[in-house]
């Protein structure tokens, strides 16, 4: 064999033996990418009020909603204290839902609707100072949990929710429909999710698979 030949031929099995190692690098976590997904709700649809915050606010500007200047308020406080990007996601059981989260409808669902919002921080010290303040945006905060409370219903604190220290889920009936709540920060994340009319089995179960992608994130 000439000497090009052994060459190139020891070239080739280098080549072959490196080729498993290589691998694209992992696409960096984001709000999108670690909110409420169609796979957390087996059977619901995504609402078109979903979006990133940009999105969102956008959208509410250009449709008048009496909502966006206090929305756009809450983001910019939320953006003073570190906030980086959010992502908030909407899921509904019909169409009919969906509307009843926007404001094209003024009524209840009347079925099943779970929306969730994941905000980014610069720092995991800034995600938990602002958990820390009880901060509320898009209509999603502690005032959750305190009509959880006047409700009747149960709230969990801590550790106990399995979301850690900084956390609370909350449960309640009302007026015959079932509400859920979770709030936690995680890492560099805060996080959000209310369900209405869900079972508490799913609701948990959805709340459980965000907080999974935000913990291998």
């Known amino acids: 064999m000439s000497r090009a030949l052994a060459c190139l031929a020891v070239g080739m099995i280098l080549s072959a033996c490196q080729a498993p190692f290589t691998h694209s690098p992992q696409a960096r976590a984001t709000p999108q990418s670690l909110a409420l997904q169609a796979t957390d709700v087996p059977g619901m649809l995504r609402c078109g009020v979903s979006g990133d915050m940009a999105t969102v606010l956008n959208h509410e500007k250009a449709q008048g909603s009496p909502a966006y200047d206090r929305h756009a308020t809450e983001w910019e406080q939320w953006k003073r204290q570190g906030a980086i990007a959010a992502y908030f996601a909407v899921y509904g059981h019909t169409a009919a839902d969906c509307a009843a989260a926007s404001d094209s409808s003024t009524g209840a669902p009347q079925g099943r609707l779970m929306v969730g919002l ?6 995991t010290g800034g995600a938990a100072r602002n958990f820390q303040r009880d ?13 959880i409370e006047l409700a009747g219903g149960t709230t969990t604190f801590g550790s106990a929710t399995g979301l850690g220290a900084d956390s609370v889920v909350g449960t ?3 007026a015959g429909a079932d509400y859920f709540v979770a ?13 209405y009319d869900m079972p508490y089995a799913d609701a948990d179960n959805a709340v459980m698979q965000v907080n999974h992608r935000i913990q291998v994130a």
Do not use: C, H, Y
């Not at 994941?118 to 720092?123: A, E, L, R, S």
């Not at 901060?135 to 009509?147: A, H, V, Y």
């Not at 994340?189 to 209310?194: M, V």
């Open 172 to 174: 309640a009936k009302v």
């Open 118 to 123: 994941v905000v980014q921080f610069k720092d």
């Open 183 to 195: 709030m936690w920060q995680n890492s560099r994340f805060e996080s959000d999710l209310l369900g």
């Open 135 to 147: 901060s509320t945006l898009m209509g999603l905060g502690p005032k959750d949990i305190r009509f």
